[in-house]
């Protein structure tokens, strides 16, 4: 069967550096997303993996090694704002999005 | 960016009624919407799949006859919940497929459905 692990929950300071980490076992691998979602609101995009390595954005990066079946999300410099649900997806190979349940993360100040 | 709607935002409903859910692609033109549900604390799953102009593609467990899909135009798809019941409550979420190379599917704000 096809499984995404993520943690459920996370907590961190204001103004530290936390990372998400997500495996995956898929039928066939066409890429990694990294979403965030607020209570209540639809996800909205972070990033996209699709060959080793390190993509960084601002102060949200991403890694990916496809031969662990590993990725994560590295945040800096956290911000209030940044407590959401994040969610680690894996495209598989008919291109369907298979999706992790999302690990919680928590800020405190 | 794209930008995907969704109406309505909100929905509250008796049991036994047919609720109506929009999904609109606002600045380009979607060949592929999908359909998604989240119950609380838990994560999206995929419903369908809608092709515009062809039959929706749903996934095993979900009603055909229960969660019609309309996917009239290129920049429309409807869902509608017939014979809405309690445990038909949840949040319903579409999203488009993406314009960029890496398949990127952009989100609709999501349609809470409350069935009394």
């Known amino acids: 069967g096809q499984n995404i692990d993520q943690p459920t929950e996370m907590t961190a300071t204001e103004g530290a550096i936390v990372q998400i980490n997500c495996t995956y076992q898929?039928?066939?691998?066409?890429?990694l997303f990294w979403y965030q979602q607020h209570a209540g609101e639809a996800p909205t995009f972070l990033s996209y993996?699709?060959l080793d390595g390190l993509e960084e954005k601002g102060r949200f990066s991403s890694f990916l090694s496809r031969s662990k079946g590993y990725s994560y999300l590295l945040l800096k410099e956290l911000q209030m704002k940044d407590s959401a649900s994040y969610l680690c997806?894996?495209?598989?190979?008919?291109?369907?999005?298979?999706w992790g349940a999302g690990t919680k993360l928590i800020i405190k100040p | 960016g794209a930008v995907v709607s969704q109406h309505p935002s909100r929905v509250i409903c008796k049991s036994g009624t047919s609720v109506k859910i929009e999904c609109r692609s606002l600045?380009?033109?979607?060949?592929?919407m999908f359909w998604y549900r989240q119950f609380p604390k838990q994560s999206l799953m995929l419903m369908a799949t809608?092709?515009?102009?062809?039959?929706?593609?749903?996934e095993q467990g979900v009603e055909k006859d229960k969660f019609l899909i309309n996917h009239a135009s290129l920049t429309l798809s409807t869902l509608t919940v017939t014979s809405a019941h309690p445990e038909d409550s949840s949040f319903y979420i579409c999203?488009?497929?993406?314009?960029?190379?890496?398949?990127?599917?952009?989100f609709g704000p999501g349609t809470r459905l409350t069935v009394l």
């Open positions: 999203s488009a497929g993406g314009t960029s190379d890496y398949n990127e599917q952009f």
């Open positions: 600045d380009f033109q979607a060949t592929t």
């Open positions: 809608s092709n515009e102009g062809s039959k929706a593609t749903y």
């Open positions: 898929t039928s066939g691998f066409n890429g």
């Open positions: 993996n699709v």
């Open positions: 997806a894996v495209l598989d190979s008919n291109y369907q999005l298979i």
